[in-house]
């Protein structure tokens, strides 16, 4: 890694998660990737799926902190 990159990591590091959120995004949307569309389709698709499974009451979603305690838990191998 570069002097220069080193010293901008830092800097983006020291700033508010939602800076860094939407200094991340604006990176990776600079970057050149092409879209399948048909990838993105089928991703509109289960996203319209999944939806309609929480609206209905079909499938219950968990709480952020529930789901953040169980990850830790898992990577401390408990």
Do not use: C, Y
């Amino acid at each position: 890694m570069s002097p220069e990159l080193d010293e901008l990591m830092k800097q983006a590091m020291s700033l508010p998660p939602e800076d860094r959120e939407i200094l991340a995004n604006s990176l990776f949307e600079s970057l050149d990737h092409p879209v399948d569309e048909g990838v993105e389709a089928a991703w509109q698709e289960e996203v319209a799926r999944r939806m309609n499974d929480i609206e209905s009451g079909k499938v219950k979603t968990v709480p952020w902190e529930q789901v953040r305690r169980k990850g830790q838990e898992i990577l401390r191998g408990k």
